[in-house]
C-alpha cells in the first residue's frame, strides 16, 4: 500500500473531470488514503477541487478536510452549511480535529454546527475546546480517551474499556481517576493482560506519569513528550482533574512547524511561505526583509561616503569591502544560530558571562587564522604590507565583535520573550556589515 | 512529576560529590526519570559523572546511557568491560537502544558484550540489527513486537499475546503474519477487545497496513509516518516477511536532528555543534564556511580591482558595493529556502521550468519595487540621478538574477543527490557577492 503523487495521475483525474467524470475521479481518488487524497487535492485547482469533493462520500470527507492546505479547506468549507458539516464532516471527526475545523469558521457558521450536532455530548466537549488559547495544551489536546476509577477491579476495567472503547478510535493510554476525576496514573496494556481479574487497580497501577496543564504552551509539550518518549500525554486543569490527551502525531506536528519557522527566519522570509503560495504571498514573505537589507545597505553607503577622502587617496580600501562585509554578517549568524538552537532545545545552563567568554576565545581563534590567511593572501597577490595589514586588522576585529553581537543578540531577544530565531535573520547580518565598515575604515585611516 | 534542571541542583550534586558522597548524590539523582539524570550527567565533567555512575543501579544505567550525549557516553563506556556491559546494560535494554550502543563499540569490545549476553536470541538479534546500513529503517527499527498468526482465534491470540508481552515493554501494535512470517496486517485493540473469542484473527485483521523496508531511507520513514500519522510502523524485508517496528518516538529524533542540520548549513556550520561543544569543535564547524566566504571576499576584491580606473573617476561607485553585495546574498538564500523546504517536504510536483519561471515573477516584482526605492532614496540623499539609475538597475538584475540561481542550485543538487540544504549556506551568499559585483560595474561603465 503505497501511493506516489506524479503528473500523471493528476493529469489523468483532471481528463476525466474535463470530461464530466468527476464522480469517477473521486472514486477512484478515494481507494487511497485520507492523507494521500488530501496530498492531490492540494495539487488541483479549486474548480476541480469542489468537482472532486462533491463525490467524496461523508464518512471520508472530515478525514481528508483536516489533512488540506488551510486554503484548499477554506474554499471547500465554504460549500457547506452549518447543518451539512455537522451531519456530514463533525459527526465523524475526533474532538481535536472537529474544534479545529470549527475555529475556521465564522461564529454565527460556528454555532449552526454546535446546534446541529445530534450528539450534544460532543457539542459540549468541542466547545470547551474552543475556548483554550492558541498554541496551548488545551487547544492541541482531544477529549476521547479511556479512563477507569482506581476503585475498580481488572474485570470491571476491562468491561468498561469495552464500552469506552466503542467511542474511542484507537486506545493509546488508560488513565486511572479518583472519583473526583483527578487523574493519579495509568495503567499498561501489558498490566491488564497479565494481572488476575480480581485485583483492584489501585494496586498495579503506575502512578509515576507526567502530565501537562492545559495552559502549557506547545512547544512546551513538544519537549516535555520528545524528551521522555511519551506517545501520548495527559492534559489536566489546574485542580489535576483529566481534561484530555494529546497524542504525539499532532506534536510532530508542532515540531515541524517550529523547525521551520526557525529555518524560514534564518533565511529571511517573514511569513510560513510555500513553493505552491501565490506570486503576491511570497512577495510578502520576503520582501520585508529585504527593505531592512535595503536599509542597511543605504546606511553602509553613507558610512563609506564619510570616508570619501580617504577613499580618494587610496581606491584599494573599496577592494575588501565585500569580504569585511560578508564575514562580519557570516560570523554573526553562525553565533546566533548556535544558541538559538541551544535555546529551542533548552540546553544553555551557563551564565550569560560565561557564554560571551566563550564565543569570544572562539572569535578568536577564527579571527586569527583568517585574518592571517587573508594577510598572506593580499601579500601574495601583491595589495602591498599596508593594504593586508589593514584588512587582516579589520577582519580580526570584526569577526570577534560579529561573535559577541551575534551571542548577545538572541539572548537579549529570549530574555524579553522575543523569538530568538529572528537574530539570524537579516536583521544581523545587517547590523554587522555596517558595524565591519566602520571598524575597516577606523583602521585603515590609522595605517595608512 | 517535573523536573527542572538548576544550577542550584547541580552545585548541590557536585558539593555532595565533592565532600566524598558520591552516592548519596547518585541516590538523589535516581528518583528522577532516566532522561533527567542524563540531562544532569551531561552539564558534569567527566570525573563528576564517573562519580555517579559507579553507584546508579543496573537496571537503570541502560536507560540513562542511550539519552546521554555521545561524548558523555563514551566516557562511561570505557570504563565497563564487554562482559559489565553484557550483564548490565544491554540485558536490560530494548534490541534498538542496545544495537545503538553496540555501534559505538570498537570490534572486539562488540564480540565480547554478544558473548556474553546470557539469552542467545536476543544477542543474534542485536548482531542482526547491527548489520544494517546507517539511516535506514532496518538500523532505527527494534525487533521486540507482538505478533499472531491469521489462523488463530481471538482466544489463542490474547493468551500469545499475553506470553509474549511478558518479553515487550510495551505494547503498540499487534501484527498479523502467515505461516512464512509474510507481514498480513495488523489487529486493533478495539478489535479484541470488541470481538468474540471464537472469531478467526483472519476475519478481523487490517489488512490495509503502511509498512516500509529495512533499507528505506531514515528520513522517508519519518515522512511516511507523519503523513499518515502512524505511532508505529513495521519494517519488512524484500519478501514481506516481518523484520521488526519503529516507534514514532525515535522518528522524533530523526525529524529534529534533520531540522537542526538543515538550520545549521542555512546558518554555516559544517557541524553538529552544540553550546557545550569544546572550542575546538566549535571553531572545527565554523572555520570551512568562513574560508569559502574568505575566498569569495579575495575574488570580489579582484572584481573590483579591475574596474580600479572606473573606481578613481566615480569614486560614489563604492557606496553602494555592500548593498549589492549584501542584497544579492539575501535574496538568493530566500529563494534556496523555499526550494530546500519544499523538498524536504516533498511537495515540489512543478516542472523545473514552471519553478523557474515563478521566481523570476517574484524575482521582478520584489527587484522593481526595491529598485524604485534605491532609485528615490538614493535621488533624496542627493547621489546623483547617474548614480541613483546605476544602482537602481543594478538592483533589479542582481536581485532577479540571485533569484534565479537561488533556485536553480538547490533543484541541481537534489538531482544529483547531494543535501540541497547546502545551497542555503555561504555558498550562495558568496556566489551572489561576485556576480552582483560584476553586474554592477558592467552597469555602472554603461551609464556613466
Not at 496494556?189 to 480480581?198: G, I, P
Request: hydrophobic share 45%; net charge negative; aromatic share 6%.
Amino acid at each position: 500500500m503505497s501511493f506516489e503523487l506524479t503528473n500523471e495521475y493528476l493529469d489523468f483525474l483532471r481528463d476525466l473531470i474535463e470530461a464530466g467524470d468527476a464522480q469517477k475521479a473521486a472514486a477512484e481518488l478515494c481507494e487511497h488514503h485520507p492523507a494521500d487524497i488530501a496530498e492531490v487535492l492540494d495539487e488541483l485547482d479549486e474548480e476541480e477541487v469542489l468537482a472532486i469533493t462533491t463525490h467524496i462520500p461523508p464518512e471520508l470527507v472530515g478525514e481528508v478536510l483536516i489533512q488540506l492546505d488551510e486554503d484548499v479547506r477554506k474554499d471547500i468549507l465554504e460549500t457547506y452549511s452549518g447543518k451539512q458539516l455537522a451531519e456530514e464532516v463533525v459527526e465523524n471527526l475526533d474532538s481535536d480535529d472537529a474544534a479545529d475545523i470549527l475555529s475556521e469558521l465564522d461564529e454565527e457558521k460556528k454555532l449552526e454546527v454546535l446546534s446541529n450536532l445530534e450528539d450534544i455530548e460532543q457539542a459540549k466537549q468541542i466547545a470547551n475546546l474552543l475556548t483554550h488559547a492558541e498554541n496551548t495544551a488545551g487547544a492541541l489536546m482531544a477529549t476521547e480517551l479511556i479512563k477507569v476509577n482506581h476503585n475498580w477491579t481488572v474485570l470491571r476495567c476491562v468491561s468498561e474499556m469495552r464500552k469506552q472503547a466503542e467511542e474511542v478510535e484507537q486506545v493509546h493510554a488508560v488513565y486511572v481517576v479518583d472519583d473526583n476525576d483527578v487523574l493519579l496514573g495509568s495503567l499498561s496494556l501489558k498490566k491488564l493482560l497479565t494481572t488476575s481479574t480480581r485485583t483492584p487497580i489501585k494496586e498495579v497501577y503506575n502512578d509515576k506519569i507526567h502530565s501537562v496543564r492545559s495552559t502549557t504552551d506547545n512547544e512546551e509539550v513538544a519537549r516535555i513528550m520528545n524528551k521522555y518518549d511519551m506517545f501520548v500525554v495527559p492534559v489536566v486543569d489546574d485542580m489535576g482533574r483529566l481534561l484530555g490527551r494529546i497524542t504525539l502525531d499532532d506534536v510532530v506536528d508542532v515540531i515541524v512547524e517550529e523547525a521551520d519557522r526557525d529555518y524560514q527566519l534564518a533565511s529571511g522570509l517573514s511569513d510560513d511561505v510555500e513553493v505552491n503560495d501565490s506570486i503576491f504571498d511570497i512577495t510578502k514573505a520576503r520582501l520585508p526583509w529585504l527593505l531592512i537589507g535595503l536599509l542597511g545597505g543605504v546606511v553602509a553607503a553613507s558610512v563609506i561616503g564619510q570616508n570619501e577622502a580617504e577613499l580618494g587617496n587610496i581606491p584599494q580600501l573599496a577592494f575588501f569591502i565585500p569580504l569585511i562585509a560578508a564575514m562580519g554578517g557570516n560570523v554573526g549568524v553562525q553565533s546566533s544560530a548556535i544558541v538559538v538552537q541551544a535555546l529551542a532545545h533548552q540546553s544553555v545552563t551557563d551564565t550569560a558571562v560565561r557564554r560571551l567568554r566563550k564565543e569570544l576565545s572562539v572569535g578568536l581563534v577564527n579571527g586569527i587564522i583568517c585574518a592571517l590567511a587573508i594577510y598572506g593572501i593580499s601579500l601574495v597577490l601583491g595589495y602591498g604590507t599596508k593594504l593586508a595589514l589593514t584588512v587582516g586588522l579589520a577582519l580580526l576585529a570584526v569577526i570577534m565583535f560579529a561573535s559577541l553581537f551575534g551571542t548577545f543578540v538572541p539572548l537579549v531577544l529570549n530574555k524579553y520573550k522575543v523569538d530568538p530565531a529572528l537574530a539570524t535573520g537579516p536583521f544581523i547580518t545587517t547590523a554587522n556589515d555596517v558595524l565591519g565598515l566602520f571598524i575597516y575604515f577606523a583602521i585603515g585611516s590609522a595605517i595608512f
